[in-house]
Each structure stands twice: as C-alpha cells, then as structure tokens.
C-alpha cells in the first residue's frame, strides 16, 4: 500500500534515495575512468547492450505509437548518453560536469512551459536564472575555463533529457522497465555503430583496457541503468517526483568528493560558490514544482464532481 502524498518519507524509502544517490555519484566518476580508456560512444554502446540483456524480457507488445515513442527514446537513449560520455571524455574536472548534469531540472520545467504550456511560478523562473548563473560563474574561473566545452556538452545532454522527461508525458501508460529497455534496444546498436564507424582503435582499446575498466563499464549497465532505475522508478510509483528530486540533487556533491580524491579536481572559492548556486537554483525549481503539484491535487480535490 502507497503512502499518502504529504506523508514524511519512510526509512527504505531514505535508504533508496541514499543507493541512487552514491550509485549515481560513482558512475559519474565511473564514466571518467572508463573514457580515459576506451572511445566514449564504445562505452555508451557497451553499457546499454548489458543493461538490453539484462532488461530483454521487458520487450513484450504493446508498444505506444512509434511517432510518440520513436523522439523520447532518441532523446533519453544515443543522443543523451552520447553527449554525456563525449563529455566525460573531454573534462578534466568532473565535479564542472557533474554540475551541469542536474541542469535537466530546470530545463524540464523550461520545456514543460514551451511544449506542454505548463504555467512557471516566479520562484521557478528565479531558480532557472539563478542555476544557469552560478553554471557560467564557475565556468569562466581560470582553471575552469579549459572545460567550458565539456559544461556545454553537458548542457546538450541535460537538454535531451529535460525535452525527453517532457515527452514522455504524451505517451500512453508504459511501465518504466520496458520503457528502460526500448531506449537500450535502440542505443545500444546506434552507439555501437557510431564507435565503429568513427572512432579509431576500438578494438585495440578494448583489448589492452583492464578488468577495472570493464567492470566500471559493468556498473553504468547493470547498478545504474538498471538498479538505481529500477529504485527510482518505485520511489516515483509511491511519491511525487518533486518529493524525492530535491534530495536526489547531492549526486555533484558524490561526483565531487570523488573527483577531489581520485581524479585531482582543483577547487577553489569560484567554483564552490557557483556550483552551490547552480545547485540552489536547481533546488528552488525542483521545490516550486513540488509547490505547484500540490495546489493543482488540492485544487483538483476542490472542484466539484
């Protein structure tokens, strides 16, 4: 049985919010050491294969229109994964990208507002100003501006998701888990062929790259495209997304630590300072969608039948 929507969150639903947390932390850092190795879009075409054969019996008929389906799977499937690994294969500074990742969140609710005619409270529109500000304040530090193009692709990958995330709301009901796996269906062979096709080497990089780079690999397939998917999917089954995506938002603050400690992130007050206020700006979005959901239900409630 569901809880009630405004009840307090439950311990197992805090310990999955805390396993998607670190699991999305760590694949982060995952994705940076992967691509270190082997070509970006190799990695993308692996780890969607793993999860495909993990989520294959999910592939059963009926399908939602392909003319609605075909742009949400394009867009959450190769050309977010695409962006997000060429972007991991660019940066130095993962904790800069990890940042630009949660930019999704604002950007839904930009693309909610342009595609669906959702109505943006002023809150959310400071929250979008003030996210997209404390992105390019960080950005134009010294030691920051060599990863300016990898924030940017980073940027393009939050956009796919965010208009994807949009789009997803015109389809019919779908479960999760076979939506989960038509995206793997297709990414996995389009970014395989996209490695083959136009990065050199692959072969050999794949050959001479180490169990610890195939089992990074491993992690994105299995632990976060399938498990952290599969918790958040049952989190977002009992609760408003806008009740569990503010929390989901320390994910840069994992990507962070691992990046100080492994990866030799350099960071300094700039950096700090427009992260945290990218990252409040994403947070009074996320509450300012959680706000507006609860007066439409309670509005809702009010009407007369």
């Given at each position: 049985m569901s809880p009630s929507p405004e009840s307090r969150l439950q311990p197992l639903e805090w310990a999955a919010i805390a396993?998607?947390?670190?699991?999305?932390?760590?694949?982060?850092?995952?994705?940076?050491?992967?691509?270190?190795?082997?070509p970006p879009f190799f990695v993308g075409g692996v780890r969607f294969l793993i999860a495909l054969i993990m989520l294959a019996p999910f592939l059963r008929p009926p399908l939602p229109p392909l003319r609605q389906l075909a742009p949400v799977i394009l867009l959450c499937g190769p050309l977010h994964f695409a962006l997000i690994y060429v972007g991991f294969d660019l940066v130095h500074n993962i904790t800069l990208?990890?940042?630009?990742?949660?930019?999704?969140?604002?950007l839904t609710a930009l693309f909610a507002w342009l595609v669906l005619g959702e109505r943006m409270g002023k809150s959310a529109l400071a929250g979008v100003a003030l996210a997209f500000a404390g992105s390019a304040w960080?950005?134009?530090?010294?030691?920051?501006?060599?990863?300016?193009?990898?924030?940017?692709?980073?940027?393009?990958a939050s956009a796919c998701w965010a208009l994807g995330t949009v789009l997803i709301r015109r389809l019919p009901p779908i479960r999760p888990l076979?939506?989960?796996?038509?995206?793997?269906?297709?990414?996995?062979?389009?970014?395989?062929?996209?490695?083959?096709?136009?990065e050199p080497g692959v072969v050999e990089a794949a050959k001479s790259a180490s169990v610890?780079?195939?089992?990074?690999?491993?992690?994105?397939?299995?632990?976060?495209t399938v498990g952290a998917s599969a918790l958040l999917f049952w989190l977002v089954q009992r609760r408003e997304t806008g009740r569990v995506t503010p929390y989901l938002l320390v994910t840069p603050l994992v990507t962070a630590v691992l990046g100080v400690s492994f990866f030799g992130d350099e960071l300094n007050?700039?950096?700090?300072?427009?992260?945290?206020?990218?990252?409040?700006?994403?947070?009074?979005?996320?509450?300012?969608?959680v706000r507006r959901a609860r007066l439409a239900r309670e509005a809702a409630s009010a009407s007369p039948v």
């Amino acid at each position: 049985m569901s809880p009630s929507p405004e009840s307090r969150l439950q311990p197992l639903e805090w310990a999955a919010i805390a396993v998607i947390v670190v699991t999305w932390g760590v694949n982060n850092a995952a994705a940076k050491f992967a691509t270190e190795v082997l070509p970006p879009f190799f990695v993308g075409g692996v780890r969607f294969l793993i999860a495909l054969i993990m989520l294959a019996p999910f592939l059963r008929p009926p399908l939602p229109p392909l003319r609605q389906l075909a742009p949400v799977i394009l867009l959450c499937g190769p050309l977010h994964f695409a962006l997000i690994y060429v972007g991991f294969d660019l940066v130095h500074n993962i904790t800069l990208l990890g940042v630009s990742l949660q930019l999704w969140v604002p950007l839904t609710a930009l693309f909610a507002w342009l595609v669906l005619g959702e109505r943006m409270g002023k809150s959310a529109l400071a929250g979008v100003a003030l996210a997209f500000a404390g992105s390019a304040w960080m950005t134009i530090d010294p030691r920051a501006t060599a990863d300016m193009t990898a924030v940017a692709v980073g940027l393009g990958a939050s956009a796919c998701w965010a208009l994807g995330t949009v789009l997803i709301r015109r389809l019919p009901p779908i479960r999760p888990l076979k939506l989960q796996a038509l995206i793997s269906l297709v990414a996995a062979p389009t970014l395989l062929a996209a490695s083959f096709t136009t990065e050199p080497g692959v072969v050999e990089a794949a050959k001479s790259a180490s169990v610890w780079v195939w089992l990074s690999v491993g992690f994105a397939g299995v632990v976060s495209t399938v498990g952290a998917s599969a918790l958040l999917f049952w989190l977002v089954q009992r609760r408003e997304t806008g009740r569990v995506t503010p929390y989901l938002l320390v994910t840069p603050l994992v990507t962070a630590v691992l990046g100080v400690s492994f990866f030799g992130d350099e960071l300094n007050a700039r950096i700090v300072t427009g992260a945290l206020a990218s990252m409040a700006g994403v947070v009074i979005v996320a509450l300012s969608e959680v706000r507006r959901a609860r007066l439409a239900r309670e509005a809702a409630s009010a009407s007369p039948v």
